[in-house]
């Protein structure tokens, strides 16, 4: 695990989820400076809880480039937006997706290097990949993704899950990286093409039951 792999795949995912925020703010009808708070909170909501649990230093206050790369993503996603007024949802998805898939690959490497095991690697890299996106959708009043019965921190998860597979087997460390981005990629975006849900609970239906 080399700095420069950890800092790439950190300002990717911040760029990615705040286009994911300017994206809902722009369908929200959200203007003004909204649409950079919203997509702001996106992009550095997941990382600082993580950093405040793990009691490190803020990411993106120790390291000012994270912000430029959110303010930069925000501001072609806005010029991107007004050449092309008829956005449709599946980029929201995509990037939605993709920047969950790297902020968990994130948490859970942060966590490692800060000499945690490995179960509570995978729960930081869940915490940092939903908790922006669920402030976003609060903010936006959505039903946020979490708690819908489609696969999304259950995505993480797997994600995690297939990190820590190969990461145990030692395989080369960029396996590590795709392999976890793949899995939750896909099942993030495979069930939104598929219906693919998740239900653990599900309710008896007493009216086609006899006294």
Same mark, same amino acid.
């Given at each position: 695990?080399?700095?420069?792999?950890?800092?790439?795949?950190?300002?990717?995912?911040v760029a990615?989820?705040?286009?994911?925020?300017?994206?809902?703010?722009?369908?929200?009808?959200?203007?003004?400076?909204?649409?950079?708070?919203? !997509?702001?909170?996106? !992009?550095?909501?997941?990382?600082?809880?993580?950093?405040?649990?793990?009691?490190?230093?803020?990411?993106?206050?120790?390291?000012?480039?994270?912000?430029?790369?959110?303010?930069?993503?925000?501001?072609?996603? $806005?010029?991107?937006?007004?050449?092309?007024?008829?956005?449709n949802n599946?980029?929201?998805?995509?990037?939605?997706?993709?920047?969950?898939?790297?902020?968990?690959?994130?948490? $859970?490497?942060?966590?490692?290097?800060?000499?945690?095991?490995?179960?509570?690697?995978?729960?930081?890299?869940?915490?940092?990949?939903?908790?922006?996106?669920?402030?976003?959708?609060?903010?936006?009043?959505?039903?946020?993704?979490?708690?819908?019965?489609?696969?999304?921190?259950?995505?993480?998860?797997?994600?995690?899950?297939?990190? !820590?597979?190969?990461?145990?087997?030692?395989?080369?460390?960029?396996?590590?990286?795709?392999?976890?981005?793949?899995?939750?990629?896909?099942?993030?975006?495979?069930?939104?093409?598929?219906?693919?849900?998740?239900?653990?609970?599900?309710?008896?239906?007493?009216?086609?039951?006899?006294?």
């Amino acid at each position: 695990m080399t700095a420069e792999y950890f800092m790439v795949l950190g300002l990717l995912g911040v760029a990615f989820f705040a286009v994911a925020g300017a994206l809902l703010g722009y369908e929200k009808n959200i203007s003004g400076f909204g649409v950079v708070v919203v !997509a702001t909170v996106t !992009a550095l909501g997941g990382g600082t809880l993580r950093d405040i649990l793990l009691d490190k230093p803020i990411f993106w206050v120790a390291t000012p480039e994270y912000l430029y790369s959110a303010y930069a993503a925000i501001i072609a996603t $806005i010029f991107f937006v007004r050449y092309l007024p008829h956005v449709n949802n599946y980029y929201f998805l995509l990037v939605d997706a993709i920047g969950m898939a790297l902020f968990n690959i994130m948490g $859970i490497e942060k966590a490692l290097i800060g000499g945690t095991g490995m179960i509570i690697a995978i729960t930081m890299g869940i915490t940092t990949g939903i908790f922006g996106g669920l402030i976003r959708d609060v903010i936006c009043r959505e039903v946020p993704s979490v708690m819908r019965n489609e696969p999304y921190a259950s995505a993480c998860l797997v994600g995690g899950l297939v990190y !820590a597979a190969l990461f145990t087997l030692e395989v080369d460390y960029i396996w590590c990286i795709l392999g976890s981005l793949f899995s939750t990629v896909f099942l993030r975006l495979g069930s939104l093409k598929w219906g693919w849900h998740l239900t653990i609970f599900r309710k008896k239906d007493f009216k086609n039951q006899g006294d």
